[in-house]
């Protein structure tokens, strides 16, 4: 049955609609004037210098190990209680990730818990700002830089989170988005790279390309709208640029389409994320007297939180399978988010021993995500509070 409120929805407006459109009455419908308008949003944005748009956030992901030269036998710190792409990312580029733990109150990683599995071989951590709280990125820039190790911020649920009045995605050697349709904003499918370096720029422009050689990688077919990061296109040679492959890349590109939606979602950033923020402190309203439902923190010191989704934590005796059953049964989705990384099926051969990791352990049984996205109305959250109010009555 599919639920009558859904677990997440996109903020789709006649503005995004125009701008699809729009594109598909030109010829440009990759590596045109969208894309360009859309990365310079998004580096506008963060205040850093250089986006890259690409095809996904697991895409970014590894693209931004690769471009940080991570490989064969170097280790990479990332949580477990996270979406399986963080981890998975560091097997593509053959290096090892390993698991820490996370904070109990912020469920991100922190300084300690990363101490707890550096190794002579660890050479970079990708932090994720889980469910758009803000990581404590300057300690753990502190703890990288006296390990010489670098960082990636995995900011695909955190777009627009602030730390002490800085925009998540401009603290880490790269940061990564995502923008699949359950995030604050949305390209269809797709994400993005930011970098600080044109040396790091040139390498994502040129990977997501198929390894093409930048110069000739953007336009291939007119000069408008050319890319104003990259040199002069060289018009004369553009057929034959095409077929010429100077490194081993991929197919990362996001199309114009895809773009063109997520500039007008970039564009809607502020009255998107805070209705989102609106609907959150309505939900600590609404559920704030229900005996042992832990709710998410709404304010921390000196963080801006971008509402990705709203999860609670049910009592230690509830039964979490019944409760979403009896959800279900109003019409109500959920989701287990997160279920530990490291005990997904898949990662049962790829583990040697078992990660020791019981803040992970104990949330990752507890957690429950509900129907949380930007148009959800007071009445469909008076819904999910009187379903869980019941649930947990009968099964808590
Ligand atoms: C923390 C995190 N990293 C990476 C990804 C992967 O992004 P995508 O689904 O766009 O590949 C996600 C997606 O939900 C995510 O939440």
Not at 26 to 31: G, R
Not at 106 to 123: G, I
Not at 175 to 202: M, R, S, W
């Amino acid at each position: 049955m599919t639920p009558t409120i859904p677990l997440s929805a996109p903020d789709i407006t006649e503005a995004e609609i125009d701008a699809v459109t729009a594109v598909l009455r030109t010829p440009h419908l990759s590596l045109g004037p969208e894309l360009v308008a859309f990365e310079s949003a998004l580096a506008s944005y963060h205040s850093v210098p250089h986006a890259i748009a690409v095809s996904s956030g697991t895409a970014g992901l590894h693209m931004a190990l690769l471009t940080l030269g991570i490989g064969d036998g170097d280790e990479v710190i990332v949580p477990s209680f996270a979406f399986i792409a963080v981890a998975n990312a560091v097997l593509h580029v053959r290096a090892t990730p390993v698991f820490a733990d996370i904070d109990p109150l912020t469920l991100n990683l922190t300084p300690a818990t990363v101490e707890r599995v550096l190794t002579p071989r660890t050479r970079a951590i990708i932090v994720v700002h889980t469910f758009g709280l803000p990581a404590e990125m300057f300690a753990l820039r502190t703890l990288a830089t006296h390990h010489n190790l670098v960082i990636i911020e995995d900011a695909c649920e955190a777009i627009g989170a602030e730390l002490d009045g800085r925009r998540v995605g401009s603290f880490g050697d790269l940061a990564v988005f995502g923008f699949y349709p359950n995030k604050q904003i949305t390209t269809g499918e797709g994400g993005a790279v930011l970098a600080h370096t044109q040396g790091h720029a040139d390498r994502l422009r040129s990977l997501r390309n198929q390894g093409r050689e930048l110069q000739r990688q953007v336009f291939v077919d007119g000069v408008e709208g050319r890319n104003p990061n990259t040199a002069p296109i060289d018009e004369t040679a553009k057929d034959v640029d095409w077929l010429h492959h100077p490194a081993i890349g991929f197919n990362y590109r996001l199309s114009d389409i895809a773009c063109a939606l997520g500039r007008v979602q970039l564009s809607r950033i502020g009255e998107i994320l805070g209705l989102r923020r609106a609907a959150a402190e309505r939900y600590h309203v609404l559920l704030g007297g229900i005996p042992g439902l832990e709710l998410p923190s709404l304010t921390l010191p000196d963080k801006e939180i971008s509402w990705f989704v709203f999860v609670v934590r049910l009592p230690e005796t509830a039964n979490r399978t019944r409760i979403q059953a009896s959800l279900a049964q109003h019409g109500i989705a959920s989701a287990t988010y997160f279920a530990p990384i490291h005990a997904q099926p898949a990662w049962h051969e790829c583990l040697t021993a078992s990660p020791r990791l019981p803040v992970t352990e104990s949330v990752g049984s507890r957690v429950l995500a509900l129907p949380f996205f930007t148009r959800i109305t007071s009445a469909q959250q008076e819904k999910v509070t009187f379903a869980i109010r019941k649930s947990l009555i009968l099964n808590g």
